[in-house]
């Protein structure tokens, strides 16, 4: 891994514990649990949120599935546990919730519980930036940018990324923007402001 993909990749990581953690529950299903879930997870009880959003994770609330995926990868509320973290995540992910389907690229990027593979990684962030999820559409712009094994660089398609989440104040998105512009041709930086300026996001996961 390179040094570049190696400094994004960890800055993902601390990005991570604000992703799922800071929204209320709001999908379908055992909404009651999920709730008191949150609840209990903003005072700091752990141990009390981990077991009720497993109860309505196991009922199939996809905002559960996806917030205790997070406590079982960052360790909150008892050991890390990657495998069960990738478990609640592609459950989530399969509902298409983006911040699964995110954390399962940072997860992926890292190797953490599997093998590392850039392609899966670029795949998860994909799905989640389509959505006009920006901590992926960073991430996808970024590892694009670098490249890596199954993933070919491709500087235009990283900077029409940046562009998009530079325009909704990700800070990290304008660096890697203004960093990469200049590496590109007059065409390739034409066509990736256009495609950016197309850009509409895809139907996110149903509340």
Known sequence: ????IRNCAFALAAVLTLTNLS????FAGPAEDAAEAFAAEQKGD???ALRLYRTAALAGNTYAQGNLGTMYHTGKGGPKNFTEALRWYTEAAKANYADSQFNLGIMNELGEGMKQDFAA??????????????????????LTAAGGPGVTPDRGEAYKWFVIAAAKGDDQAKKR????????????????EKDAADFKPKEAAKK
Do not use: C, D, N, S
């Open 1 to 4: 891994m390179t040094a570049a």
């Open 23 to 26: 929204v209320g529950p709001a």
């Open 46 to 48: 752990f141990p009390t």
């Open 121 to 142: 990684a670029a795949k998860w962030y994909r799905l989640a930036a389509e959505q006009g999820y920006v901590p992926a559409q960073t991430a996808l712009g970024t």
């Open 177 to 192: 923007m203004a960093a990469i512009a200049g590496r590109l041709t007059p065409e390739q930086k034409a066509k990736a």
